[in-house]
């Protein structure tokens, strides 16, 4: 660039304030070792300069070739194309059109930009050899320490390669191959091509490359309606845009702009042969400049684009870049304004399902903390990426909240790496399912920690003690995790990420336990999560996501193809155990929202410290997905579930309508086995595992082959208690409880795990019943009743206690310590039972028992004894007269006053030779009837004798 000492008011003129005065012989002598240093400098430069140099720089120069033909933009616009081949982009619409030609400039631009960075422009090749030998001279003298090395004397077409490739090291061998490189440029294009190329990719300052940019950014106008004055602005702004200010008020910043603009329009007229100003231009512009340039900041209108064309423009740029060896800017130009046809790989169906859900009202939820440039509270975001991880191709991409208002913005989904949280649990433990150290059943103790001297991470729910990787995934467990990680080392972790397409951790700043939980320096972005866990759905296999497939020009022909990095990472078997795994937060666990009807899923929700991040990640048969939810400033995010799985199951619920039903089983490969293991050991499983008094803990773990564990649960226990001592039983414990227990290393020596919820199922019993220590008296006593073993009584009878006696082998006579037990109740009748026991010292008893039968009384007829005989005669007219009864009962006792006689009122004595029945009945209580009779005869009528 051009240097003028005089009016560059940036300009550091080099010893400008030296003085030089008499100096000291020491000064002399100091002086005269440097120009000896020059002269051995330049013969050495001379002799090896002429041979070995210029062989060297030739050897530079030849390399540098440059193909200057593929510079020629083409100024058509270029097309954008999604999965199905339908237009979804015009990259450079007439209202926004950024590249411009030299004919459609201002007429004073170009000559503006020559005037002050290359005069001789017009008439190198290239290099300005007057320039270049004066800038090499300055650059040799102060490799011997004469001067500054900043050196200058690049012409328009050296600039424009610093603006194409992307070299910048300031080097002689950076020098030579740009200058060969201009020269190869001038060879093939013209100057007008040259300039229009630099006038269009230049950097302008604020975010503005290409004049046309800049004119609309500093004056709110075309580049072709720039006057004089405006024109000499943006050419003098080329040696440091952004050390000018010109929408400042201030003082300092206002005349800096003058005299730069001043020092512009003064070389313009310097070589007015050249630019062709006159002198009336000149000094209309000077005034201009002095009355203060209009400054206008324009708005710059575009095309928006989605989030996933943004991407897939961006990474076409990206990979122009290394291919070709181009500039950002360059790359960019050519993309937008070369004609070209990008085949994306965004799927219509899906990214508008993505867009639509993150535009809804529930997920703008306004910061408490951080305002906008307008004062406003800005909102909370989201980003989203979905992959077809059988091929890496991203269908959908969104990386901000609310109705997308730009293109380029910020893309959270590519460019915002995040803290993770427990979203990246499941890839370590794929790291250890890989190398074998952990398997889905190894069980680790999910108990209070500390890792080393003072890392003591905690859960964000309880300790749930003895836990397998299965179960500690499904409620997302802390301590576990973090003990993976310390059994694969963090170092193997990392390691392991980086295959998976994670690079933005690294082993000196990541490699430590916190990872385990998403504690990284740097954080992850959303693509490279949705790459990761699609390497898992893919079968272990990673493939480099990617926006497009390939650019064709105009005639067909293919620019560039993607190139996606591809990699087994992890074998289908281990793969096939982590899917499985992952599919527990979505059955039961803190992923269950995440359902989709007939198709497995697979996911892992994450949250960081104080809800500042929100994650979910997950697949299934058919798609990979990863989304994240927060704020650009950490702050809580305040919602009521998780806003990430909100929308990762609206859009994953979307994009599988009318897909067929699948399942991970219904592809389960080679090398993959099924065992019942135990719970809280990870070993096979016992009958003590079933009879849990948890219920059992027993289930089915899948298993890479040569991973199944061989060894019994050895953490459940049966033990017997004594219910006496509450210890341990002997073999001499008569009164013993049998119990199923659990059991952990190192319980004797830490008591942490007493926090866990598990706690009360251990065997904390560590001591032996002391008091039944030897084999005892088993002999039961003996007990002899007193009288009949049976007893019958009448009711209303009366029953005595005859007692019983009792001895014993050992303690003799034991029939004071007889406890007699049980009634007889003599006014029921029924059979009753009177039990006598005794127990000898040894606990030994025995039970006699006596009957007691009390019956009801016999029952009986009542008596009837008739006074006078049963016969009685009666003279012929006697009157009969009742010679008397009685009548007894041995329940009611006498009852003759119950009697009843009939019959007595029918003798008619009158009537010799008659006889009659007298008939005497009673009945007693019971209803027991005695019927008694008597006759009575009439004598015959007296005979007289003769």
Not at 147 to 171: H, M, P
Not at 362 to 380: A, H, L, P
Not at 915 to 932: A, D, L, P, R
């Amino acid at each position: 660039m051009e240097n003028n000492k005089n009016n560059n008011p940036i300009n550091n003129e080099p010893n400008k304030t030296k003085q030089y005065k008499v100096v000291s012989n020491k000064k002399k002598r100091k002086i005269g070792k440097i120009i000896k240093r020059v002269f051995l400098t330049l013969l050495l430069l001379t002799i090896i300069g002429a041979g070995v140099g210029f062989a060297l720089i030739y050897g530079i120069a030849k390399d540098a070739k440059l193909d200057a033909q593929d510079l020629a933009i083409e100024y058509e616009n270029s097309v954008v194309l999604d999965i199905e081949g339908n237009v979804i982009a015009n990259l450079s619409g007439d209202e926004n059109r950024e590249i411009v030609t030299v004919s459609e400039m201002s007429k004073y631009l170009p000559k503006a930009f020559v005037a002050i960075e290359d005069e001789r422009f017009y008439e190198h090749d290239g290099v300005d050899i007057k320039r270049t030998a004066a800038a090499t001279g300055k650059y040799v003298l102060s490799k011997i320490g004469i001067g500054s090395a900043d050196y200058g004397g690049s012409t328009i077409t050296q600039q424009l390669v610093k603006n194409l490739t992307q070299e910048k090291d300031r080097t002689w061998k950076r020098k030579v191959k740009e200058m060969a490189r201009a020269y190869y440029i001038e060879q093939d294009l013209s100057k007008d091509q040259v300039l229009e190329l630099y006038l269009n990719l230049i950097f302008l300052g604020g975010n503005t490359y290409g004049v046309e940019v800049a004119s609309n950014y500093y004056f709110s106008k075309s580049a072709s309606d720039l006057t004089l004055a405006e024109s000499a602005f943006l050419a003098g702004i080329n040696n440091s845009p952004n050390s000018y200010s010109p929408f400042s008020t201030e003082e300092d910043d206002i005349k800096k702009v003058k005299n730069r603009t001043e020092t512009v329009l003064d070389k313009m007229y310097e070589l007015k042969e050249l630019t062709g100003i006159t002198e009336e231009e000149y000094k209309s512009a000077v005034e201009e400049v002095k009355q203060g340039i209009k400054f206008q900041k324009g708005v710059i209108t575009e095309n928006v684009y989605s989030y996933h064309t943004d991407a897939a423009i961006t990474q076409v740029i990206k990979d122009l870049q290394e291919k070709n060896d181009w500039t950002e800017e360059y790359a960019r130009l050519y993309v937008k304004s070369g004609g070209l046809t990008i085949y994306s790989t965004e799927n219509p169906a899906i990214q508008t399902a993505m867009e639509e859900e993150v535009a809804k009202d529930k997920y703008q939820i306004s910061s408490r903390k951080t305002k906008d440039e307008n004062g406003n509270y800005v909102s909370s975001q989201a980003a989203m990426v979905l992959i077809d991880h059988t091929n890496g191709y991203v269908l959908g991409c969104v990386g901000g909240t609310g109705t997308k208002t730009d293109s380029f913005g910020l893309n959270r989904a590519t460019q915002s790496p995040r803290q993770t949280g427990s979203s990246i649990k499941p890839l370590f433990v794929a790291a250890g399912v890989q190398n074998g150290t952990v398997t889905a059943g190894t069980v680790f103790d999910d108990i209070p920690t500390t890792f080393g001297s003072s890392y003591s991470p905690k859960n964000w729910n309880h300790y749930r003690g003895l836990i397998p990787v299965r179960y500690a995934i499904e409620t997302s467990q802390n301590i576990p995790m973090v003990k993976l990680l310390q059994t694969i080392t963090p170092e193997y972790g990392i390691e392991f990420l980086h295959k998976l397409g994670i690079t933005s951790v690294t082993q000196e700043k990541d490699a430590n336990l916190s990872a385990a939980l998403g504690g990284l320096s740097h954080g992850v972005s959303t693509l490279e999560m949705a790459g990761a866990f699609a390497t898992i759905a893919n079968d272990g296999k990673y493939i480099e996501p990617t926006f497009y497939t390939k650019v064709v020009d105009a005639n067909g022909d293919i620019v560039i193809e993607v190139e996606q990095r591809e990699e087994e990472v992890m074998s289908p078997a281990a793969a096939y155990v982590v899917k499985e795994i992952l599919t527990q937060p979505v059955k039961t666990g803190t992923a269950s929202f995440c359902g989709i009807s007939g198709i497995s899923v697979a996911a892992k929700t994450g949250t960081t410290d104080d809800d500042f991040d929100r994650w979910l990640c997950g697949f299934t048969p058919y798609y990979s997905a990863a989304c994240w939810f927060g704020y650009d400033e950490n702050e809580e995010v305040r919602y009521s579930g998780n806003p990430a799985g909100s929308i990762w199951d609206a859009v994953m619920t979307s994009a599988h309508n009318g897909k067929e039903s699948k399942y991970f089983a219904n592809t389960r490969p080679n090398g993959v086995t099924s065992v019942s293991i135990c719970k809280c050991s990870g070993k096979l499983a016992t009958e003590h595992c079933a009879n849990d008094p948890r219920g059992t803990q027993v289930y089915g773990e899948y298993f890479v082959a040569g991973t199944v564990p061989s060894q019994k649960c050895d953490s459940h226990v049966k033990a017997r208690i004594c219910n006496e001592t509450g210890l341990l039983a002997t073999e001499f414990c008569q009164d013993v409880t049998e119990k199923v227990y659990i059991t952990r290393p190192n319980s004797d020596t830490s008591t942490s795990w007493q926090r866990a919820k598990d706690a009360e199922f251990m065997l904390t019993i560590k001591d032996t019943c002391n008091v039944h220590t030897q084999e005892l008296d088993k002999v039961a006593p003996a007990i002899t009743l007193k009288g009949a073993a049976t007893i019958t009584l009448e009711v209303g009878g009366k029953y005595t206690e005859q007692g019983a006696t009792a001895t014993d082998n050992k303690d003799g006579d034991l029939t004071s310590k007889i406890q007699i037990s049980g009634t007889v109740d003599v006014t029921k009748a029924g059979t009753y039972k009177i039990d006598y026991t005794v127990q000898d010292a040894a606990g030994n008893s025995t039970t006699v028992s006596r009957t007691v039968v009390v019956k009801e009384k016999a029952v009986t007829k009542p008596a009837i004894s008739l006074r006078g005989g049963e016969v009685v005669i009666l003279e012929l007219n006697q009157e009969y007269s009742e010679p008397g009864y009685s009548a007894t009962d041995s329940n009611d006792g006498d009852l003759t006053d119950k009697v009843e006689v009939t019959g007595a009122d029918k003798i008619d004595a009158s009537k010799p030779g008659a006889e009659y029945t007298i008939t005497y009945t009673v009945k007693n209580s019971k209803g027991e009837t005695t019927m008694v009779s008597r006759r009575v005869k009439i004598k015959a009528s007296e005979v007289n004798e003769t």
